[in-house]
């Protein structure tokens, strides 16, 4: 027979095993010790100096609507914004809803797109995307996290983007160049898109969250630049937390 003591050490063994969550997956793991290195007052310095220097950020992708914003947004996945320009603009002439494109076919949207990668899928997909949202939302672009990502081509990025320019969210839509942007500055230490934007999400007050990515993105793009970061010309270089600054000039 069991001792007392030993029964309910069994039980409350039994009951913490129970009570166990399965193991969050990779991507969604929270590294509590890795994140935010700037305190809030510089975080509000820095987006207040980019807010300063372009108050009305804009997407440098070309559209006319929600409909063509989405379809060029699959299209720059691993293209640049400039690329996915010079081919869209003739194809949002003839196309630029769900059912002209539709009409206009997969061979054709492959014609008008050959100039940028993986130009064959994109096809395939713009053409699925266009018919799904013909078939189920009327033609328009749901204002919905999880219908626009259950279209073909569509991740969270894109969604992140579709939300945030089209409907307005404060939503923090992680490319490469924010993703970096962020681990330099210190605004994030995620290791991850998904970790990145949690982080954001976190810290960017809110007067400045409608347009916090696309000034990261813009930052990114023609200043704190891959190879060679412009340090020395950064208008948040005593905010940013970068060690491997580009030095200033003697
Ligand atoms: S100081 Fe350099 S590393 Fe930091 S944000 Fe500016 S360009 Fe990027």
């Known amino acids: 027979m069991k001792s007392p003591d030993r029964s309910a050490a069994i039980r409350k063994s039994a009951a913490a095993k129970r009570s166990k969550k399965p193991p969050a997956k990779k991507s969604e793991r929270v590294r509590p010790g890795r994140r935010s290195r700037l305190g809030p007052a510089?975080?509000?310095?820095?987006?207040?100096?980019?807010?300063?220097?372009?108050?009305?950020?804009?997407?440098?992708?070309?559209?006319?609507?929600?409909?063509?914003?989405?379809?060029?947004?699959?299209?720059?996945?691993?293209?640049?914004?400039?690329?996915?320009?010079?081919?869209?603009?003739?194809?949002?002439?003839?196309?630029?809803?769900?059912?002209?494109?539709?009409r206009l076919g997969e061979d054709s949207v492959r014609d008008f797109i050959k100039t940028i990668g993986l130009y064959r899928n994109k096809a395939r997909n713009v053409i699925e995307l266009s018919r799904r949202l013909v078939a189920e939302y009327g033609g328009n672009v749901p204002h919905d996290r999880t219908a626009l990502e259950a279209l073909p081509g569509v991740g969270r990025k894109t969604a992140n983007v579709v939300l945030n320019v089209a409907f307005g969210e404060p939503t923090m839509a992680v490319d490469t160049h924010v993703f970096r942007v962020a681990n330099r500055t210190g605004?994030?230490?995620?290791?991850?898109?998904l970790e990145v934007e949690e982080d954001l999400l976190r810290v960017v007050p809110a007067e400045y969250a409608h347009h916090a990515h696309h000034w990261l993105i813009l930052h990114g793009r023609y200043v704190?630049?891959?190879?060679?970061?412009?340090?020395?010309?950064?208008?948040?270089r005593d905010i940013c937390l970068y060690e491997a600054k580009t030095p200033c000039a003697e």
Do not use: W
């Open 42 to 102: 510089a975080v509000t310095e820095l987006f207040r100096r980019l807010a300063d220097a372009n108050p009305e950020p804009k997407s440098e992708l070309e559209y006319v609507n929600p409909f063509t914003l989405l379809v060029a947004v699959v299209l720059s996945a691993q293209a640049t914004d400039a690329g996915v320009n010079r081919a869209s603009r003739a194809l949002f002439k003839i196309a630029d809803t769900p059912e002209k494109m539709v």
């Open 187 to 193: 605004l994030s230490a995620g290791t991850t898109p």
């Open 224 to 236: 704190c630049k891959s190879r060679h970061p412009e340090c020395p010309a950064c208008i948040i």
